[in-house]
């Protein structure tokens, strides 16, 4: 899998997306969507597609997950933080790639 330039590569099925400005169209309200993560933006955009298609204000995931509503709102945004840089850092070092989706069976 090759990413762009925002890093987002989105799995449906067999077929590959891989375009930020229909990532909103293809993407809500389908949580059968899984997506590779390949830096902090990607991420963020992941992160805050799951939560809006769940109806889920910033405030209550802060809540629920016990950060900082700030700095939910900072990951959302794709801002690089030492935590996601190092286990990005960590593994690509390893030649492994991060997947973002719902979890099996959860619904």
Known sequence: MSGSGNGVV???SCCLYMQ???YTATMSGNTDNEFVI???QSFGMAL???RTSRSVSQAELA???GIHRSY???LE???TTEAVRYVIAAC???DLEIVVRPRRGAG
Do not use: M
Request: with cysteine.
């Open 63 to 65: 809540e629920r997950s």
């Open 38 to 40: 390949r830096g902090p």
């Open 20 to 22: 930020a400005s229909c």
């Open 48 to 50: 805050r597609e799951f």
């Open 72 to 74: 939910l709102s900072s």
């Open 10 to 12: 989105k799995r449906r």
């Open 77 to 79: 945004r794709g801002s």
């Open 92 to 94: 690509r070092a390893l």
